[in-house]
């Protein structure tokens, strides 16, 4: 018998995103370079989003949230599913926002607020728990084998310098830098993206000028979900959806977040295009079994070197 | 070792003894000696996260090590057991030497992101590394010999599991009680404090890292030639997290809380295949709900109902 295993793991569903690639011969160096660039942009684009997710949770409450990898697969699952039941595809992605905005929510509430004075590790479970939970929920609705979601406008690639790109990797790519353009909008210019901004500088002093600093965290919990299930939903069509499709994409958010520093949007952004860009151009010019590797070594070098991240705040320890 | 430290450790040694009349067939065996190496493994990943307050998603990947150091060096290169096992055990401390100095200046949430990194680095090595480790199938693992006695059958490694993780438990509490074990809690609860009244901060938690990382090491090899089988996901990141969760959902800080979660969670999923396709969901609701209500851990908050003042 194997050792009892009780997070249900199994071989890493394999995403798609070479799928674009030409046979060798016909395509120039150049070419080839562009084509793992834009690979690269896309999946880099979906581990932004994942980062950004990270980054306003932590922003909120300090809490690095697990389950941010599983909003991504509710967002997945319920487009590739609602639609293949015969509902138009902007409201199946609007329900599997709204769904994985409910599950950010009752997280928040029911079990981040209450164990808000616990250690690090013991809220890391919390959400490990959650992402269990979500995980095993999302099997009994959906079951455990792949979901197919049609490219939302054909997959006639388009030829460009000799690289094939997918239009689904131009909607992916679209969708990323509109939805980080409105929370760069959210966060900057009204008034509850500055109080939430407020409370991740100074909780009490946010608290003293009135701003509710429970809602915040509530609200966080929302739009990091409401991110992640948007990025789910537009990526299915090249990687498909499957209930463990959460987990990498998960880990490489958090990545993201850390490599641009914690707590910095804008630094998970650019984290998430790093790691996405260095993966796809190793998986073509070194090795595709090392692809996954390639984030965890970039993240270790930095760390060393910075250990704040590229652009995270130089923290002095209050004694 | 004070008194009120030896009286929960004769409580181990009686309750190991025993198990065996009420474990009547070898699947029950096989999940007290799966516990019992999960508890070892628990009981050094206690002395890091929660005596030195230092977080490690990645010890499942010295475990890995230390499996597959066992694995190749004794099926593929006839080395002896025991020799596998040691040098495994030497090539992971040195692994874990060179990699503390800079990984444990970090903090909290970025140390958990270097450790998790290092964890599924090694992870991913093992599984690509098809020439040397059979690859995502694994590879087969002889039996654990050494000067003509052969380790084989459920009750003999019973009692070898049994008598190490009392040792473990004993070795453990000892270092608690040292000074060292004072340095390391210093080092938890205020580690600035701890610096400026002369304790070597940074030593003594590269000493716990390299120490609970050997003790992952030694169970991985043990652990492989007991299951005579070994593959790439007893190193990875969800075995990381599994370590981790025993150990908090025990109770950090509390080496019977490491032993405790270890067994709890080796048994839960067992008992939860009960719940058929919703076991999934009913253990993450139970991990949330512990974590929510205990968040200190099964044995700390329980041992505080019981005895208020007293900690075990």
Redo the contacts between chains.
């Keep these: ?9 199994s ?1 890493q569903p394999l995403s798609r995103e070479g799928r674009g690639a030409l046979s060798g011969d016909a395509i120039t160096m150049g070419a080839d370079f562009l084509q793992f660039l834009v690979s690269g942009i896309t999946v880099g684009a979906i581990y932004a989003l994942a980062g950004l997710g990270f980054a306003i949770i ?1 922003n909120a409450s300090t809490v ?1 949230n697990f389950a941010q990898g599983e909003f991504i697969m509710i967002g997945g699952m319920s487009a590739s599913t609602l639609t293949a039941a015969g509902v138009p595809l902007p409201l199946a992605i609007l329900a599997g926002c709204a769904v994985a905005m409910l599950g950010g929510v009752l997280l928040a509430k ?2 981040i607020e ?2 808000r ?6 809220l ?3 959400t ?10 999302a ?2 609705v959906w079951g455990k084998e792949f979901h197919q979601l049609a490219s939302f406008s054909g997959d006639t690639p388009i030829l460009l310098l000799g690289a094939a790109i997918l239009p689904q990797s131009l909607w992916v790519v679209g969708v990323a830098l509109v939805l980080i353009l409105v929370i760069g909008f959210f966060f900057t210019r009204t008034l509850a993206g500055k109080a939430m901004l407020a409370t991740s500088y100074n909780r009490l002093a946010a608290q003293l000028v009135g701003v509710n600093v429970r809602k915040v965290v509530l609200a966080a919990f929302a739009l990091s979900a409401a991110l992640g299930a948007v990025g789910g939903a537009v990526v299915t069509p090249i990687t498909f959806s499957s209930s463990e499709m959460g987990i990498m994409l998960g ?1 490489k958010g ?2 993201a977040a ?1 490599l641009g520093g ?1 707590g910095n949007g804008l630094g998970a952004v650019v984290g998430g295009l790093i790691v996405g860009i260095a993966e796809a151009l190793s998986a073509g010019y070194l ?1 595709s ?2 692809k ?2 390639v ?3 970039i ?2 070098l930095v ?2 070197f910075m ?3 590229l652009f995270g705040k130089r ?1 002095t ?1 209050r ?1 | 070792m004070s008194s009120h430290r030896l009286a929960p450790l004769a409580v181990l040694a009686v309750v190991a003894a025993l198990l065996p009349l009420a474990l009547t067939n070898n ?1 029950l065996l ?2 007290a000696i ?2 019992g ?2 508890a070892i493994v628990c009981v050094g990943l206690n002395l890091l ?1 929660g005596f030195a307050g230092q ?1 490690s998603l990645g010890h499942a990947g010295f475990f890995g090590l230390g499996a597959y150091a066992s694995a190749v060096l004794v099926s593929t290169y006839g080395w002896p057991p025991l020799a596998a096992l040691l040098a495994g055990a030497v090539a992971v401390g040195l692994l874990a030497f060179a990699v503390a100095k ?2 444990l ?6 140390l ?3 450790t ?3 964890g ?2 090694i992870s ?2 093992l ?2 590394e098809t020439k040397i480790t059979g690859g ?1 199938d694994g590879m087969p693992v002889d039996s654990f010999a050494v000067l003509g006695f052969q380790a084989y059958g459920e009750k003999v490694w019973y009692w070898i599991v049994a008598g190490l993780l009392l040792v473990a438990v004993w070795a453990a509490l000892n270092l608690i009680d040292s000074p060292a074990g004072r340095a390391l809690r210093a080092v938890h609860g ?4 701890a610096e400026t009244l002369g304790v070597d901060t940074a030593g003594y938690k590269v000493m716990v890292f390299v120490l609970s990382a050997v003790m992952a090491s030694i169970t991985g090899s043990l ?1 492989a030639h007991y ?1 005579g089988f070994i593959t790439p ?2 190193s ?4 990381s ?2 370590l ?2 025993m150990v ?2 025990g109770g ?1 800080a509390s080496t019977f809380g490491a032993v405790v979660g270890a067994v709890v ?6 008992l ?1 295949t009960a719940f058929q ?12 709900l512990t ?3 205990m ?2 851990g099964l044995v700390p908050t329980l041992s505080a109902l019981i005895a208020p003042r007293r900690r075990v």
């Design positions: 018998m194997k050792p009892a295993k009780f997070l249900a793991p071989p932590y690095i029911f079990a209450k164990a004075n616990a250690s690090v590790v013991t890391i479970i919390i490990i728990g959650a992402s269990i939970f979500l995980r095993g929920l099997e009994v880990l958090f990545t850390v914690l090795s079994a090392y996954d590797a984030a965890f070594v993240i270790l760390l060393v250990p704040n991240g923290g320890e004694v | 699947f096989n999940i799966v516990a190496f999960n996260i977080i800079p990984i200046r970090l903090k909290g949430h970025y958990a992101m270097a998790l990194g290092i599924i680095i991913i090595v599984k690509t995502p205020a580690e600035v404090a652990s299951l996901s007893a990875d990141f969800f075995r997290i599994e981790v969760t908090v959902f950090m969670l080796t048994v839960l999923p067992q939860l396709d919703y076991e999934a969901m009913v253990l993450g609701a139970i991990l949330m974590m929510v209500f968040p200190k």
